[in-house]
DNA sequence: CGTACTTTTGAATCGCATCAAATCTGGTGG
DNA sequence: CCACCAGATTTGATGCGATTCAAAAGTACG
């Protein structure tokens, strides 16, 4: 069993697969494993920060993913070899699974495949809606769409300050800062304990 | 069998599968889906465009997934009806496939289940890839991530003209042009036959 | 040969990144 | 309990780069 906040896991995994799980502490620098190792473990991070990178053409480095919380390339599941280096940015705790179990498991619990497919299509569509939303020019249209896409009613907890939403937001926390200011100045939003919330637009003419 | 540009399709599908597919073709302006249909058949777009929106809490219509090759809505697969409109934004060509039989194939067929879940995985490889590039401030750093993570060699072809790999940048086509000759004028990129091409960084010391 | 679309160029404006720094916060050890 | 430190939050000033609006030139297609 894992913290609640790992609910998810639980619910998704087999029974059979939670004891060979691990969850392990890990210090920001850490490297969870380099380009050309052979993946052995699925990494779910639980809290912190992790990168997956590789060295560009043009010299720096090139990130290819960011996670705050979820899986971290499940898409190496098949793969021999990794194609990049897991470094650890922040204090991390991390779940590790087992990769071998998981691709038993895949194979013989039918319940548990359909599952997995269901996860990933729930990651599919939230990485689809973040595209949409990092595509949009003004920072403030991204608030609105991240408001109106993962927010319930209009209300939308940040749970990890307002440096974490802005990076997520692909702006800085400066430009977030003065975005939320202007839109509760003009009532469009308001800033509740600890998260943000929509106002509804005052049409000038909103039938009953 | 597909036509040569959806080979794809036919190695993920089990052979049984295929004579149930049809494509059809649609005109700009059509509409595939509404919110509150039950999801009947899958989309694959072959040629075109679809775009998934919703009309948002401010008025203005939230873009929920922009479509101009492969699935529209995989992730809907097991909803039992969409919160979206699909709609065909740019004259289509669109494979699709009956949703009963691909779950029934899902949980009968485990190769098929498998290459499915590997499907999955490349999307979601994929869409990550295109989030980090999102959020590269700068339409040149996000053109250097393209070529680096989805060329061969630094060498990336152009299918669809300018005006669209500007889109799935998120920068005007107008801003690309200008970046894209600026970094030929410095020698750092190429325009090729139908494609661009990273030209070598000249390091000051660039051993042999 | 005209029409629709893409490509290309220009000019003006605006929003965000950047750099700097003050304030506030929680946590640590003396 | 207080002094101190690391990090987050907040505010300010400046410049760059992208958007926006406009329009010319090129190109595919019926």
Known sequence: MFAHALRELDD??????????????????????????????????????????????????????????GFVGEASLKSPRYHCDGQVVAKSKIIQIPIAEILQSLDTDSAFSSRWISMLNKEVKRLRLQCERLSLPRVQDRLFHLLETEGTDGLFPIETGIKSLAAELGVTHEALYRCIYALEKQGRMERTQGGLKLCPPAGPHTPI
Chains 1, 2 share one sequence.
């Not at 639980?46 to 996670?67: C, D, W, Y």
Request: charged share 25%; net charge positive.
């Open 12 to 69: 998704l995994l087999p029974k059979g697969l939670v004891p060979s799980c691990a969850e392990v502490g890990y210090a920001k620098g850490a490297r969870l494993f380099r380009a050309g190792d052979k993946p052995r473990t699925m990494f779910f991070v639980a809290s912190g920060e992790v990168v997956l990178e590789r060295p560009g053409l043009q010299g720096a480095a090139v990130i290819l993913q960011r996670t705050r919380r």
